[in-house]
């Protein structure tokens, strides 16, 4: 099984940059996903990339503004949040997909603890 940390979060300002880092304790030769949650709201799609990196999805709320990434070498992945908004204030996950849309959190598996990201305006 693979384990997953997440890294990078913490407080910032409206405008501000982060780039998150997902550590796989293995090499993860699928496509992987960041997810976030705020309190009292569902987890929801982020951010996916495909296992070589030749393919990346975003939701509509952060095409623009987000990049992932990754370094199978380092058997890590990045998000780089750029421009953030207060509405980005979640705890960011990642985790490996498995089977189904990559949109929705139940096709994947192998959730890291989260990394909290808070932007203040």
């Known amino acids: 099984q693979v384990q997953l940390v997440e890294s990078g979060g913490g407080l910032v300002q409206a405008g501000d940059s982060l780039r998150l880092s997902c550590a796989a304790s293995?090499?993860?030769?699928?496509?992987m996903g960041w997810f976030r949650q705020a309190p009292g709201k569902e987890r929801e799609f982020v951010a996916a990339?495909?296992?070589?990196?030749?393919?990346?999805y975003y939701a509509d709320s952060v095409k623009g503004r987000f990049t992932i990434s990754r370094d199978n070498a380092k058997n890590t992945v990045y998000l780089q949040m750029n421009s953030l908004k207060p509405e980005d204030t979640a705890v960011y996950y990642c985790?490996?997909?498995?089977?189904?849309?990559?949109?929705?959190?139940?096709?994947?598996?192998?959730w890291g603890q989260g990394t909290q990201v808070t932007v203040s305006s």
């Open positions: 990339i495909s296992w070589n990196g030749g393919s990346s």
């Open positions: 985790a490996v997909y498995y089977s189904g849309s990559y949109y929705f959190k139940s096709s994947y598996r192998s």
């Open positions: 293995g090499r993860t030769p699928s496509t």
